[in-house]
T-cell receptor
Framework: NAGVTQTPKFRVLKTGQSMTLLCAQD?????MYWYRQDPGMGLRLIHY???????AKGEVPDGYNVSRLKKQNFLLGLESAAPSQTSVYFC????????????FGPGTRLTVL | AQKVTQAQTEISVVEKEDVTLDCVYE???????LFWYKQPPSGELVFLIR??????QNEISGRYSWNFQKSTSSFNFTITASQVVDSAVYFC?????????????FGSGTKLNVKP
């Protein structure tokens, strides 16, 4: 099993450009999440999904959109990138109960110039 | 409200020293779960341990041990005889049931530097 994979691993954008980050999991997990990690701030939840076709906002959703058309995929979109969105982005997935750990992807390092 | 505090931003030790990483959590729920994750320099987050609020037994796994104390709302992580490979950022997290998804509250992380 590949677990949770993320594409791409690195990306540099100019302000105003758009892009989509792809997350895929092969563990048949119901829940999926997008986090951003910034120095000294831990991980902050951007959006999450509790199942195919559903999405919801997390703590820091502004400037991002998501879609989950298939259970195994969770896409994070930036429509008009800003320098404040320079960060490392992590996707995670889990079973649908709170005692289960979240499984994380390797991360995507995004720089917005 | 739920919150996790890792007051130690960065710790440096010399190899073979013991080191304890502190984690203090806040919640009014009686049922909750605590986690530790390791983030090595390569970047991925690796799950280390899960504890539920009804099980205060300490746990040992090799050189790693965890001390869960509800009285002080702490879930501390000790590495015995540290090694260079232990150098990483360690995150403590809290999960509380009752939401419609598996929400994690992460601490800000503690960076551990183990010098040879």
């Amino acid at each position: 099993n590949a677990g949770v994979t993320q594409t791409p691993k690195f990306r540099v954008l100019k302000t105003g450009q758009s892009m989509t980050l792809l997350c895929a999991q092969d563990m048949n997990h119901e829940y999926m999440y997008w986090y951003r990690q910034d120095p000294g701030m831990g991980l902050r939840l951007i959006h999450y999904s509790v199942g195919e076709g559903t999405t919801a906002k997390g703590e820091v959703p502004d400037g991002y959109n998501v879609s989950r058309l298939k259970k195994q995929n969770f896409l994070l979109g930036l429509e008009s990138a800003a320098p404040s969105q320079t960060s490392v982005y992590f996707c995670a997935s889990s079973w649908a109960v709170s005692y289960n750990e979240q499984f994380f992807g390797p991360g995507t390092r995004l720089t917005v110039l | 409200a739920q919150k996790v505090t890792q007051a130690q931003t960065e710790i440096s030790v010399v190899e073979k020293e013991d080191v304890t990483l502190d984690c203090v959590y806040e919640t009014r729920d009686t049922t909750y779960y605590l986690f530790w994750y390791k983030q090595p320099p390569s970047g991925e987050l690796v799950f280390l341990i899960r504890r539920n609020s009804f099980d205060e037994q300490n746990e040992i796994s090799g050189r790693y041990s965890w001390n869960f104390q509800k009285s002080t709302s702490s879930f501390n992580f000790t590495i015995t005889a540290s090694q260079v490979v232990d150098s990483a950022v360690y995150f403590c997290a809290l999960s509380v049931p009752g939401y419609n998804f598996n929400k994690f509250y992460f601490g800000s992380g503690t960076k551990l530097n183990v010098k040879p």
